[in-house]
């Protein structure tokens, strides 16, 4: 999240639960909590499971606090008593998340609700949005979400899980659809009626599937004196039963089987073997990598913002030097590569699917509820490598928006490439193209950077009409 200079903000997506909300205090995260429930989770903190999944990182590091210094938070709050959270570097959403990265975070919050279960306690919300990442780890970070386990053998939050995580996953399986663009117009979940309509015949048939979606159906079909009946069975069910804990886990462990075996297909784009496939050998790739090792050499960073990232060959050697990376593409598979390959090797990179054209917008409620990724994005140094004539030539952007849009991004660094007219990749993207591009050279780039930027040093990419640039951005 971008700094600000208020000391004191409250969250705006933290609204829904009546009990507990976050808000920033001097860059740090806490949560308040009513009065009636504060000794709950109080005690929670002295649970030997809650403590081991705070050492584990499965759940956000919690403590008790006290602010004793703003006469604002006394007065809204009504205590000085909080409960501080560990800040996430990097907010990302569900939406942004490849196929992969989607379905680890419904399996976490499984095993997550596994293991509460074993501790006689539940989460009532299960939501991708209580997840986030560090790197490639999810971290439930809803604290207050936890509470007893229900007594009766229902998850209470069965149904918004089938909403959330299963049914955009059935979805993205059999009817090949975009996940991210179901869950960006879907913010609570698609319904079971909406994803019932979008399936063929098939998936609906499947014995793994017949549970969420055959049988679904046919009671949503039943007379108003069959529900009647159903509802009335229901109720007789509501009562305590004594095998409570075998019968969630039952229900939790066929759920953790079925998401497993989720797959969309081998990776089909352009790049999506880039890692396994390109070769290493040529001298200007060599030059690239050299040039940009040199610079972590030279220089401390702590954070990189990869724009169009491929598959993050870039984005590791910035991981290397021990930065946290975020690597952005709209290449779904190059995406869901590199978080396959992160999560396999321990990189500190996060992965998001993510069009720097036409950057995932504000959403929800008021269009506070979700924040845009310009607005939660600044890091120490941004690259855009092999990135500004795309957005010249296909997008139709003016080089002086692309130098606003990087800054906009970075604290302090910029190394992007130039890209030459005579550059085999430029005259392919402007054939056919009525476009007149006589204005575009090295000069002009270097002019237009130059608004924002001071150019640190720059040099030729061996045998190619490319140069590749270090800037740094000037703060007036």
Known sequence: MKSSKQEFIREFSSYKDPIANIFYYKDNVYRYVSEQHFGFFEDLLRNKQISSLMNSNDLINTVLAEIVDSEEIENLYHTTK?????????????YEWPFSMFKDSAIFTLKLQKKLINENLSIKDATPFNIQFNGTNPVFIDFCSIEPISTNGVWFAYNQFLQAFLYPLILGVYSHLDINSILLSNIEGISFDKTYKMLKLWPKCKPSLIQ???IPRILSLMSGKDRK????RAMAKSRPINNNQAVQ?????RLIRLVNKMKIGKYKSNWSDYIQSKSYSSESNKFK???ITDFFRQEKVSSVLDLGANTGEFSMIAERFGCTVISIDNDH???DNLYVYSRLHGLKILPLCVDISNPTPSIGWNNQERTSFISRIETDCVFALALVHHLIVTNRQPLSRIVDLFAGFTKRF?????IGKDDSMFQLLIKNRREDYDYYDLEFFKKEFSKKFDILKNDQIPGMDRRIFIMTRRNN
């Open 229 to 232: 009946e159903l509802d009335s």
């Open 249 to 253: 886990t039952f229900m939790i462990n």
């Open 82 to 94: 909080f409960f501080l959270h560990d800040k996430i570097p990097y907010i990302s959403y569900p």
């Open 212 to 214: 969420y979606l055959a």
């Open 333 to 335: 598979d190059c995406v």
């Open 414 to 418: 910029l190394i992007v490439e130039y």
């Open 289 to 291: 990598e050299s040039y």
